[in-house]
């Protein structure tokens, strides 16, 4: 028993090392000694998840368990099912963990961030509420804004966001206030907020894109076209900006030039559902003028 600890804490050692083949071996050693030692079996599972050989892992934990039942194997094993789409599964053992150990910080944060990966924002702000209600953590507290924002709460995520703004400039911060306000349809505060992510981010793609998304609600062409002519020229690979772009140029009637974007964009792309769209539209407005 005590060689196989020992065994086992030299894998450790040279796990942390990110030696992986002499920690594998002390690990199957620490194994030869005890088969049963669920610590060596749990620790080979994190090898095994870290070279993603995830189905190893997997049955690593599962034998773990059957040793000793443990929050901690519960939660490696639900992380390692998520990486095989395995969703149920990860979400059962989330559970199963949490059940043993209700106050299990990283089950609780990698549950509610499961939930907001497969689109469950609504699952997801109950955990991040619990979380938020027992640390004052920046981090925990946006990301409960972020899934406020994700259910249509703006005003309830703009509280939030706006007690954050007061400890100090964040661009990330920032830009989900430009957010939360564009839905409410204060497009000047709103452009002021994303402004000021870009003075932190200048070439924050998403923050620009939905600067010109506000200055469209403002009916500010002259600005959105600005925009996302830089967008164009940063990020030129981006299809859907040159969409967007001809999208507005169609309503300002500028419909050659629109065209020519739609084209582009299916020169590189020839199945684009919206763009093929757009085209017909533009093409017969062209042929009754």
Not at 85 to 110: F, G, T
Request: charged share 30%; net charge neutral; hydrophobic share 40%.
């Amino acid at each position: 028993m005590e060689k196989a600890i020992e065994k086992n804490n030299k894998g450790v050692a040279h796990f942390f090392r990110e030696d992986f083949k002499k920690a594998k071996a002390f690990y199957e050693e620490a194994l030869e000694n005890d088969e049963n030692n669920a610590t060596a079996l749990n620790n080979l599972g994190l090898l095994f998840h870290q070279k993603e050989e995830y189905e190893e892992a997997v049955s690593c934990y599962n034998k773990a368990l059957k040793v000793n039942i443990s929050d901690t194997y519960f939660l490696n094993l639900a992380n390692t099912l998520v990486h095989l789409s395995r969703h149920e599964e990860a979400e059962e053992n989330y559970k199963k963990c949490l059940e043993i150990n209700p106050d299990n910080l990283n089950a609780k944060i990698s549950l509610a961030r499961f939930y907001q990966f497969n689109g469950k924002p609504e699952k997801s702000i109950g955990i991040w509420e619990n979380i938020v209600s027992s640390f004052n953590n920046f981090a925990y507290k946006l990301e409960l804004a972020k899934n406020y924002i994700a259910i249509g709460m703006h005003e309830k995520s703009l509280s939030l966001l706006s007690y954050l703004s007061k400890m100090g400039d964040n661009s990330e911060v920032c830009y989900y206030i430009g957010i939360c306000e564009l839905h409410l349809k204060n497009y000047g505060l709103a452009e002021i907020a994303l402004k000021r992510c870009l003075g932190l981010e200048p070439d924050d793609f998403n923050a620009r894109h939905y600067l010109s998304v506000n200055y469209l609600g403002k009916g500010d062409y002259k600005n959105a076209l600005k925009e996302l002519d830089f967008l164009i020229k940063i990020y030129p690979k981006e299809l859907k900006v040159k969409l967007d772009k001809a999208i507005i140029l169609l309503n300002l009637k500028k419909h050659k030039e629109s065209l020519k974007l739609i084209d582009e964009v299916l020169k590189t792309d020839s199945k684009h559902e919206k763009a093929l769209r757009y085209r017909v539209i533009v093409a017969k407005l062209l042929e009754t003028l």
